[in-house]
């Protein structure tokens, strides 16, 4: 087994004692994703994000996502959640010590929503102090995580401006794949959002103002060609490019 909720406490002491020393935690949000896509959208994919990668290391477990995240520019729209910056920092601190008590010699977080890359990358020194003889591997590029998805994009014909960084067609399509049940497919053709550059002004401005400050309704891209067989694909693109760079370590 690879996905600890459906394990029992001594089934995971033995796999561990047997060599499955890698643990491998998403950290998502419950937020705002527009009117096409449910709130918990980010915990949802970090959960397929997190298995998906664990399958591909091998000896490796996936424990549950962090459901809360940093969401502050998105908080102009109900359902949102937010954490402090140092409440998060805290929580990854004590899951990851968690984990290395346990036996795990290599522990993995990896973001899955954009507002927790910048205080995972803050927070990473610590947690590698925090427990010596570890390695300890967070993923903190958004820039390149986001760019792995429109090379994907651009492979179906997508502009990166569609497939977008929040709510357009590259997270509708995964979440298609993922779960169904969170989308909602009639609201797509008014789910047209911000089809501006998401560079660094682009980011900045969002984490100064708000998500609102780009698009009204709360979207990066534009859903309009979202389809299941996107998703899968653009999940597998994700995953091997993760596991790429956490081999490189």
């Given amino acids: 087994m690879i996905d600890v909720a459906n394990m029992t406490s001594p089934e995971i ?4 004692e047997k060599g499955t020393t890698t643990a491998v935690y998403s950290v998502g949000s419950n937020e705002q994703h527009g009117p096409v896509l449910g709130v918990r959208t980010d915990t949802v994919l970090g959960d397929v994000l997190a298995l998906r990668v664990a399958e591909k290391l091998g000896k490796a477990h996936k424990y549950p996502t962090v459901n809360v995240g940093c969401s502050e520019h998105h908080m102009k729209f109900p359902g949102t959640l937010t954490l402090r910056k140092e409440t998060l920092q805290n929580v990854l601190k004590d899951i990851t010590r968690s984990l290395a008590r346990h036996g795990y010699k290599r522990i993995i977080v990896l973001p899955s929503h954009g507002g927790n890359f910048g205080p995972i990358e803050e927070v990473s020194s610590e947690l590698k102090e925090m427990n010596p003889g570890v390695e300890i591997i967070t993923y903190t590029d958004l820039t390149g995580f986001v760019a792995y998805l429109t090379k994907t994009s651009e492979k179906f014909g997508i502009s990166p ?31 047209k959002g911000y089809l501006g550059a998401f560079d660094d002004a682009a980011t900045e401005k969002i984490f100064r103002e708000g998500i609102g400050g780009l698009s009204p309704i709360g979207v990066l891209g534009d859903p ?5 067989e996107h998703g899968e694909a653009y999940i597998e693109a994700i995953a091997t490019a993760i596991v790429e760079y956490i081999k490189a370590q």
Wanted: charged share 30%.
């Fill in 161 to 191: 401006e569609d497939s977008g960084a929040h709510a357009g067609e590259s997270e509708v399509s995964m979440m298609l794949y993922a779960n169904p049940a969170g989308v909602r497919t009639e609201k797509i053709p008014e789910a």
């Fill in 224 to 228: 309009a060609e979202a389809s299941k």
């Fill in 13 to 16: 002491r033995a796999a561990i």
